[in-house]
């Protein structure tokens, strides 16, 4: 135990799994990018295709168009839960950091302070989830997008 009254043990543990939330996050992030990329490759791909006549043809689209916003949503859902989380052992981080004299020493609370603090106007404050969360109305909205196509080709719009 340190003079200063935080246990080194207890505060590395909390910066641990405050890492390992962040790691996870990416991971979710990459999976649902790559997964919705693959299902709008998948969507265009059936779409150029003669393979299929037109009705099959549009059933895979909407199968794979429900796939496209059911892993979007389950993204949102995801990221929504990590943000929670990783607030949480920041704040616990913060915390334990109260206990250390040389201010200089308070990472956690610095980093919050610089990009969350009271100084900070709001339109300067740094969310991730916010810019993720537009990324995949985004890719919510190219779903709608193929949708609408789809159905034009069913009514023959491009005959």
């Excluded at 969507?43 to 059933?59: D, K, Y």
């Excluded at 300067?124 to 990324?135: A, G, P």
């Amino acid at each position: 135990m340190r003079d200063d009254g935080l246990d080194p043990a207890t505060y590395a543990r909390a910066w641990e799994r405050a890492q390992s939330l962040l790691k996870r996050r990416q991971a979710a992030s990459s999976l649902g990018l790559g997964v919705n990329t693959a299902l709008l490759a998948a969507m265009a791909f059936v779409m150029r295709g003669e393979q299929l006549a037109i009705l099959p043809r549009m059933f895979v689209i909407l199968v794979l168009l429900s796939a496209g916003v059911i892993a979007c949503l389950h993204w949102m859902r995801s990221l929504e839960a990590y943000q929670r989380l990783m607030s949480w052992w920041y704040a616990k981080l913060r915390e334990l950091e109260e206990g250390l004299e040389d201010p200089r020493d308070r990472l956690a609370t610095a980093e919050y302070d610089a990009l969350y603090g009271p100084k900070v106007a709001s339109a300067q404050r740094v969310s991730l989830t916010t810019h993720e969360m537009t990324f995949i109305k985004v890719l919510l909205g190219l779903h709608g997008v193929f949708a609408a196509i789809a159905f034009a080709f069913t009514l023959g719009a491009f005959d």
